[in-house]
T-cell receptor, first 118, second 116 residues
Framework: DAGVIQSPRHEVTEMGQEVTLRCKPISGHDYLFWYRQTMMRGLELLIYFNNNVPIDDSGMPEDRFSAKMPNASFSTLKIQPSEPRDSAVYFC????????????????FGPGTRLTVL | AQKVTQAQTEISVVEKEDVTLDCVYETRDTTYYLFWYKQPPSGELVFLIRRNSFDEQNEISGRYSWNFQKSTSSFNFTITASQVVDSAVYFCALSEANSGYSTLTFGKGTMLLVSP
């Protein structure tokens, strides 16, 4: 398996522009997670899906952020409009289900998208 | 609320030295999982180990070993005979398993620099 695939790997945009990050999870995995990593706040969970259904989006910072998972093999994280403080590395991760909760199992991370908003 | 503390922000060692990365956690649950992840300079997080709260046996995998002590709420990670390739940021993480909605809480990470 190719692992979790994210695109683009790097994104530079200007404040106010729309940004869309993409993720393809590992086939057969039940959970998909979106994380954000910054120096100040570390790794933060933004949202996660179970079988394509959003379960917990309490980590999404503002209404400017939205995430979708239209099918089992694709998810997007959209920021509209983007702001300089959104600059971070965004990770997508997936995991199978063999525990009780979403966080019980090892998560497989993608390479991340480094977003810079000027 | 669950919490993970990695008090060591950065550790520098010389190759072949042993090094221990500390992890202290807080949880009110009796059932939980602990993890270690490695983030090398390439940026991708790599899973190292998962341990449930009922299994306090220490684990060894090659040069890596983990010491889980519930009495002190610690899950420390030791690298024996460190190598330059071990240079990375290491994250400890906690998941509380008593509900179907548990998620991972990560510590801030410890940056390990191994010099030749």
């Amino acid at each position: 398996d190719a692992g979790v695939i994210q695109s683009p790997r790097h994104e530079v945009t200007e404040m106010g522009q729309e940004v869309t990050l993409r993720c393809k999870p590992i086939s057969g995995h039940d959970y998909l997670f979106w994380y954000r990593q910054t120096m100040m706040r570390g790794l933060e969970l933004l949202i996660y899906f179970n079988n394509n259904v959003p379960i917990d989006d309490s980590g999404m910072p503002e209404d400017r952020f939205s995430a979708k998972m239209p099918n089992a093999s694709f998810s997007t994280l959209k920021i509209q409009p983007s702001e300089p403080r959104d600059s971070a590395v965004y990770f997508c991760a997936s995991s199978p289900l063999y525990g009780q909760g979403a966080g019980d199992n090892e998560q497989f991370f993608g390479p991340g998208t480094r977003l810079t908003v000027l | 609320a669950q919490k993970v503390t990695q008090a060591q922000t950065e550790i520098s060692v010389v190759e072949k030295e042993d090094v221990t990365l500390d992890c202290v956690y807080e949880t009110r649950d009796t059932t939980y999982y602990l993890f270690w992840y490695k983030q090398p300079p390439s940026g991708e997080l790599v899973f190292l180990i998962r341990r449930n709260s009922f299994d306090e046996q220490n684990e060894i995998s090659g040069r890596y070993s983990w010491n889980f002590q519930k009495s002190t709420s610690s899950f420390n990670f030791t690298i024996t005979a460190s190598q330059v390739v071990d240079s990375a940021v290491y994250f400890c993480a906690l998941s509380e398993a008593n509900s179907g909605y548990s998620t991972l809480t990560f510590g801030k990470g410890t940056m390990l620099l191994v010099s030749p």
